[in-house]
């Protein structure tokens, strides 16, 4: 890929700047695809697309897709193929996905995954995917020790990223929220899940070098978001001048 195809005309702020394209978090329940899809939101200005997030959102509404996936979600389960590709398709519509974006819990399986090369088969960039790894033991305690503010999205732990005053979000004052599958009975099926489907996905890409990487996610979250800010120039042969 040539480094002028990255080093585009931002049509935001008409400035020359590094757009990642279409970029994929991959990784298991925990690993922090969440919050650092959030941080790269903020440096890139591209939407972070999060299947987990969309299909909440569903439930909330009570959508006919929100109620089927409801009782699928509750016991980390994954939702059928078809019914989340369809949701993907019609958020990639939408005219923020032009600078790209950062698709966070999706493909979580084979189907999926070739289905997103099938869709994506015409477009600029080819998709990259970053998959961050956290040993096992720890992503118990990121599950169960997670918070999120209902506001603005911001993701907390109780343990390692406590909030200022407890429960309440720093930015905006708001009660934090525990997500209803952040249980351990419901984070072991989502661990089962992972491993079941999600783990080819990573091998897929793995098999396909130069648009895979991954990422040390033990680390600092700051740290995280810069090895993965680096590993999105390397992967689009990009150089800060
Ligand atoms: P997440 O917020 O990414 O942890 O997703 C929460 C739950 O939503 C998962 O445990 C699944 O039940 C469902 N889900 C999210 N993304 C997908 C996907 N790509 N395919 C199937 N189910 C999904």
Redesign the pocket.
């Known amino acids: 890929m040539e480094a002028s195809m990255i080093r585009m005309t931002d049509p935001v702020t008409n400035s020359t700047a590094f757009l990642p394209g279409p970029v994929l978090l991959l990784g298991a329940?925990g690993v922090g695809k969440g919050t650092q899809a959030k941080r790269l939101m903020d440096e890139f200005g591209i939407p972070q697309i999060?299947?987990?997030?969309l299909?909440r959102e569903h439930r909330r509404n009570h959508t006919p897709l929100g109620m089927m996936?409801d009782e699928?979600?509750a016991t980390?389960?994954?939702?059928p193929d078809d019914l989340?590709n369809q949701m993907v398709a019609t958020r990639l519509t939408e005219p923020d996905t032009g600078r790209g974006y950062i698709l966070d819990?999706?493909?979580?399986?084979l189907n999926?995954a070739e289905w997103l090369d099938g869709q994506l088969a015409n477009s600029t960039l080819p998709v990259v995917a970053v998959s961050i790894v956290v040993p096992e033991r720890i992503l118990l305690e990121r599950i169960t020790g997670r918070l999120t503010c209902p506001v603005c999205g911001t993701i907390y732990n109780r343990y390692s990223e406590p909030p200022l005053a407890a429960g309440i979000c720093d930015r905006e004052g708001a009660e934090l929220v525990q997500r209803a599958?952040d249980t351990e009975p419901v984070f072991y099926e989502?661990m089962k899940?992972f491993e079941a489907k999600t783990s080819d996905v990573i091998e897929y890409y793995r098999a396909q070098d130069s648009r895979f990487a991954e990422v040390d996610g033990n680390l600092p979250v700051d740290e995280v978001m810069q090895s993965i800010r680096a590993t999105l120039f390397r992967l689009r042969h990009y150089t800060e001048s």
Not at 50 to 53: A, C, L, P, V, Y
Not at 76 to 79: A, D, F, R
Not at 105 to 109: H, L, N, V, Y
């Open positions: 329940p999060s299947t987990g997030d299909l996936a699928l979600m980390g389960q994954l939702v989340v819990g999706f493909p979580r399986t999926q599958d989502r899940a």
